[in-house]
């Protein structure tokens, strides 16, 4: 698993999701192929205070977790499918 980070570039992040398996994707309606399954990043900004600026935040928060899981290398405790 990707250590959870609490902070991107100084600044405390939303809470961040990662999802394997969120579902099938079109050629694989059966599942037969287990790695041919949709990954998902969510974020759930959800507070009174939520501006733009906060919405731009998370954003890049999503997309540096993005990056860190496009980082990993698939098969190993860090990778894609290793059972996060």
């Keep these: ?14 809470h961040l999701s990662f999802t394997t ?8 309606r059966a599942g037969s192929d287990p790695q041919a399954v949709v990954y998902a990043l969510k974020s759930f900004p959800m507070n009174i205070f939520v501006s733009p600026e906060v919405m731009r935040w998370a954003l ?18 860090n990778g894609p499918g290793a059972g996060w």
């Design 1 to 14: 698993m990707v250590p959870h980070r609490q902070e991107i570039e100084g600044r405390h992040t939303p």
């Design 21 to 28: 398996g969120f579902r099938n994707t079109n050629y694989n």
């Design 60 to 77: 890049r928060c999503v997309e540096a977790a993005r990056d860190e899981v496009l980082d990993s290398k698939p098969g190993t405790k």
